[in-house]
């Protein structure tokens, strides 16, 4: 029987992200393995093809014009006889498939697991892309009203505003925050792609109406690319990336319902946390699988910031990653309120959090979206950021500890790791 | 038929013909090509190909039929579970709480009213809904439901909506589909709106442009 086995990452590299990005699957992702060949010299997926499997990482085949868009994947990569299958988890694709290879290389069914993720999205007009978005919620209801997620995120975030007191530029601070750490990221970060320049609070909240409270500045962009993540056991690790490699010390994936309205007293979260959680308001699924990622390495869910230096979370609008702050228990000895105005998640506040840039400063090609979280996170913890960045502006200096926050549908699906620099 | 099964229909009394011929009235036409393009940005050379691919969908409703037949009737159907008495609307043709082994639940009527619980006021939405805007998207309980609908609140000044606003249900007059476009919610006729307010203020002038550029749309099309 195979053996329990510790779990590493020791690569990862992503393309740039954009839209459209006017390549194919195949290149994008072949990019992204001549990249970790070039960053990882000692890799070769002549490991994988001896020790180990491919998980791809892709949300919508409506997207790809394609069904099993991974199968011309592996084929091109050369990888034919080697296991592979893809997982598809919403906005949390990303996360779910990290999760898989973690728990390959954990259970020690395989050594070496590079997790693929792509998304093309341009492939359509940009309304029928967040159409063919919206239809992951649930098309018998909300869909058919003409509503995507981002109206859906708006309501949820109200009920979170009217709760906490907080105001539109608190949420503002926040999507400023994430444009201008892109900055620095540089070449990859659509932001700094398309935009280039910093944003002030005021550029927020002076950009067009989307769905109140979110403006066009709190949103993230329509993108086009591919990550790749580098897993694998300890062994594979020391071997590939001795200086740079980081231990995967937690990971929780936990769901919620598909229709927001019904979590407003949904019976088995209300037997676990008490009645009138989570409500509109609150990511249960995010609270319950950083509660289990924590768990497993020995941080307290309340103030679980003081365990970590740094964090990359799903902030597909600046509300979802203020309400990511409150599910994470960062808001429990300090209000959230006070939380934002504190500069809590500022580079140069406590808990840096989308140093990289997150969702609305390098962009969401869904399916290598919790995966460019996870590189970003992992280049922090190994100390890449000087080789990687455009700038050292967004580096979080000695950080030793990292969450990698994966998010999908209205808080359908979540899934947080923990990382930790060997 | 066991009775804790949802009853499979026997296709027996299907009329493939009738159906068939509903099909063709909206024909699908597969791959069809529709442009080639091409150029070089930077010094890369690229080539686009558009092609249109349609299809036609059923949505079979199932278990699910008398909440859409109720519908159709002007009717709201929600389910309560026999073992545990929750209320749910949207309906759920199984209880939802473990300890009740999905047990199949009873429809009932719902009153046409509700709680607004939440909402937003949207400045930009899917293609089907853009002529609409902007408008209120809005989370409602209605009657004793444990669970929120979402649909749209008609309202002529949407930055006047608040939560836990009594709201009231209308159907469509013209043609029902059975789905939950056929109705949508309106304020209460006892509510009234409160003073203006900076937050609606703000709400207000964040909806001039959406106004104006709805208006360009829809002399466009």
């Not at chain 1, 897993?231 to 769901?255: M, R, T, W």
């Not at chain 1, 509660?291 to 979802?320: C, N, P, Q, R």
């Not at chain 1, 950021?385 to 950080?399: F, G, L, M, P, Q």
């Amino acid at each position: 029987m195979p053996e329990q086995q510790k779990v590493f990452i020791a690569g990862g590299t992503t393309t740039p992200f954009d839209y459209p990005l006017n390549l194919q699957i195949e290149e994008m992702v072949a990019n992204c393995i001549r990249q970790l060949y070039k960053d990882v010299p000692e890799f070769h997926l002549k490991d994988v093809r001896d020790n180990g499997m491919v998980v791809y990482s892709h949300f919508s085949v409506h997207f790809s014009h394609q069904l099993t868009a991974y199968w011309i994947l592996h084929d091109h990569l050369g990888l034919v006889g080697v296991p592979h299958f893809r997982i598809d988890n919403g906005g949390n694709t990303g996360g779910s498939a990290l999760y898989a290879a973690y728990a390959l290389v954990r259970a020690g069914l395989a050594d070496v697991v590079p997790v693929i993720g792509y998304e093309l999205m341009g492939s359509v007009s940009q309304s029928k892309g967040s159409e063919f978005i919206a239809i992951a919620s649930d098309t018998r209801y909300e869909a058919m009203l003409g509503a995507n997620y981002t109206n859906y995120y708006a309501g949820l975030a109200r009920v979170f505003m009217e709760e906490y007191g907080l105001t539109e530029e608190d949420f503002a601070e926040i999507a400023a925050k994430n444009k201008n750490n892109a900055v620095a990221t540089g070449e990859k970060a659509q932001h700094y792609r398309k935009v280039g320049n910093k944003l002030t609070v005021e550029d927020v909240m002076n950009s067009r109406l989307i769905s109140y409270p979110l403006k066009k500045w709190d949103c993230c962009f329509m993108s086009e690319g591919a990550a790749t993540v580098l897993v694998c056991n300890e062994q594979f690790a020391k071997q590939y990336s001795p200086d740079y490699y980081v231990e995967i010390v937690g990971a929780g994936l936990s769901s919620c319902t598909i229709r927001a309205g019904d979590r407003y007293a949904f019976p088995g979260w209300t037997e676990r946390y008490g009645e009138g959680y989570p409500g509109l308001g609150e990511f249960a699924a995010c609270r319950h699988s950083a509660e289990v990622a924590f768990k497993m390495a020995g941080i307290e869910w309340k103030d679980s910031y003081k365990y970590l230096d740094v964090a990359e979370v799903h902030d597909a609008f600046s509300t979802s990653e203020f309400q990511i702050y409150n599910a994470l228990g960062w808001c429990q000895s300090i209000t959230p309120k006070q939380f934002i105005r504190d500069r809590m998640p500022m580079m140069e506040g406590e808990i840096p959090t989308n140093p990289g840039g997150g969702l609305i400063g390098y962009g969401h090609p869904v399916g290598a979206t919790g995966l460019m979280s996870t590189v970003e996170c992992y280049y922090q913890l190994a100390g890449l950021i000087s080789r990687e960045h455009r700038s050292t502006d967004n580096e979080v200096k000695d950080a030793e500890v990292g969450l990698v926050n994966s998010h999908a549908g209205t808080g359908t699906s979540i899934s947080n790791f923990i990382l930790k620099r060997v | 038929m066991e009775k804790n099964l949802h009853p499979t229909p026997n296709n027996k009394d299907f009329i493939w013909e009738k159906w068939i011929k509903l099909n063709e009235k909206i024909p699908e036409k597969g791959w069809t090509w529709q442009n080639v393009r091409s150029g070089i940005a930077g010094n890369v050379e690229w080539i686009e190909q558009q092609i249109y691919y349609d299809m036609l969908y059923t949505f079979r409703l199932g278990a699910l039929s008398p909440y859409a037949k109720g519908l159709l009737e002007g009717k709201l159907l929600g389910t309560k579970c026999p073992k545990c008495g929750d209320i749910t609307f949207p309906p759920r043709v199984n209880c939802w709480r473990l300890d009740c082994n999905l047990e199949i639940t009873e429809w009932i009527e719902m009153p046409h009213s509700g709680i607004l619980h939440t909402f937003t006021i949207c400045g930009f939405a899917a293609k089907s809904a853009l002529k609409k805007l902007p408008f209120v998207l809005a989370y409602v309980l209605v009657g004793k439901s444990k669970t929120a609908i979402a649909n749209i609140l008609k309202i002529a000044e949407p930055w006047h909506v608040e939560s836990d606003m009594p709201v009231i249900v209308k159907f469509t007059e013209k043609k029902r589909v059975g789905n939950l476009i056929d109705f949508w919610f309106e304020p209460d006729p006892s509510w009234h709106p409160s003073p203006m307010t900076p937050e609606k203020e703000r709400i207000k002038k964040l909806c001039e442009p959406v106004y104006e550029w709805i208006k360009i749309l829809k002399r466009s099309i």
